[in-house]
């Protein structure tokens, strides 16, 4: 794994509580990406992030927000989980010169499960 | 709906066969064609990528075949082993901030 690391790395939670999952990079990546795995779904956008305190939505962001204070942490926070958001959670990185942004490299990945 | 269609959902071949995973896409914007590999517990890890100005590319074992005018491609695995055993999924990007993923194709190489 290209120097990323995923905290925590299993979370149990209940619906209506805020949980935050932290990415943590060092390897000085511009681009930071949350995606969610779900069967039947494979890995879907969730947010992305081109620089400090900038960021966009993806594919499926609503319930989610993100930030990026600093460079190397990207955090996803779901406000008040559901049921629905349970899922394996990744973070990835790319570079961001030219075409090099376009190789990403993923986390080790997050499960959570909201009950 | 899903921007990036992929096929089979699992497979299974034989040791030394050929193991070939087919995805399409509808959107002309795309211009990027990745393949991630992932193993069970793991993210997912980059194996091969492709641009619609070739039609192939090859690395070891692993071919893309990029079909344009189909808006299709496809992953070949020649002479599969049982460490190919794995999860496959194809994506396609419009400009690299945004990826759209397959939903993957569970493989077994059979010793």
């Known amino acids: 794994d290209a120097g990323i690391t995923q905290s925590p790395r299993h979370k149990v939670t209940e619906t209506g509580t805020p949980v935050t999952l932290r990415c943590h990079q060092t390897?000085?990546?511009?681009?930071m990406y949350w995606y969610r795995q779900d069967p039947g779904h494979g890995l879907r956008l969730i947010h992305y992030?081109?620089?400090?305190?900038?960021?966009d939505k993806g594919e499926v962001s609503d319930g989610y927000s993100v930030s990026r204070s600093k460079t190397e942490d990207f955090l996803l926070t779901l406000e008040s989980a559901t049921s629905s958001q349970t899922s394996v959670y990744f973070c990835?990185?790319?570079?961001?010169?030219?075409?090099?942004?376009?190789?990403?490299?993923f986390g080790p990945g997050t499960r959570l499960l909201v009950l | 709906q899903q921007q990036v269609k992929q096929s089979p959902q699992s497979l299974i071949v034989q040791k030394g066969g050929i193991s070939i995973i087919n995805c399409a896409y509808e959107n002309t914007a795309f211009d990027y064609f990745p393949w991630y590999q992932q193993f069970p517990g793991k993210g997912p890890a980059l194996l091969i990528a492709?641009?619609?100005?070739?039609s192939e590319k090859k690395e070891g074992r692993f071919t893309i075949s990029f079909n344009k005018s189909a808006k299709q491609f496809s992953l070949h695995i020649m002479d599969s082993q049982p460490g190919d055993s794995a999860t496959y999924f194809c994506a396609a990007s419009p400009s690299g901030n945004q990826f759209y993923f397959g939903t993957g194709t569970s493989l077994t190489v059979i010793p």
């Open positions: 992030s081109y620089g400090v305190k900038d960021t």
């Open positions: 990835a990185i790319s570079r961001a010169s030219g075409r090099a942004r376009e190789t990403q490299y």
């Open positions: 390897e000085n990546h511009r681009y």
């Open positions: 492709i641009r619609p100005d070739v």
